[in-house]
Nanobody, 115 residues
Framework: QVQLVESGGGLVQSGGSLRLSCVASGSTSGINGLGWYRRAPGKQRDLVADIDRQGGTYYRDSVKGRFTISRDNAQNTVNLQMNSLKPEDTAVYYC?????????WGQGTQVTVSS
């Protein structure tokens, strides 16, 4: 089992920045993919960005150039630096980890961007 704990959410004005962090614990050896999803009110949970163990990244189009995902394999952490935030980025953000085909989720952290 892998446990994930997120931190760093909050309220920010449009154009501001936030940094989300996620720490994995438990059976962390073998974790391959790490990523961030978000769920806006009334919408499905969508992939925001992910990063594989070699550092390869993916970003959804709406966050390209504004968000940066990074990971520290030794510390079992994944971060999401979010710049130039927009009201449409408001959502609950979830950290996820993929280990041997199983997906694990954090409890989520709220990000609210005011206009």
């Amino acid at each position: 089992q892998v446990q994930l704990v997120e931190s760093g959410g909050g309220l920010v004005q449009s154009g501001g920045s936030l940094r989300l962090s996620c720490v994995a614990s438990g059976s962390t050896s073998g974790i391959n993919g790490l990523g961030w999803y978000r769920r806006a009110p009334g919408k499905q949970r969508d992939l925001v960005a992910d990063i594989d163990r070699q550092g390869g990244t993916y970003y959804r189009d709406s966050v390209k150039g504004r968000f940066t995902i990074s990971r520290d394999n030794a510390q079992n952490t994944v971060n999401l630096q979010m710049n130039s935030l927009k009201p449409e980025d408001t959502a609950v953000y979830y950290c996820c980890a993929v280990r041997y085909g199983a997906t694990y989720w954090g409890q989520g952290t709220q990000v609210t961007v005011s206009s």
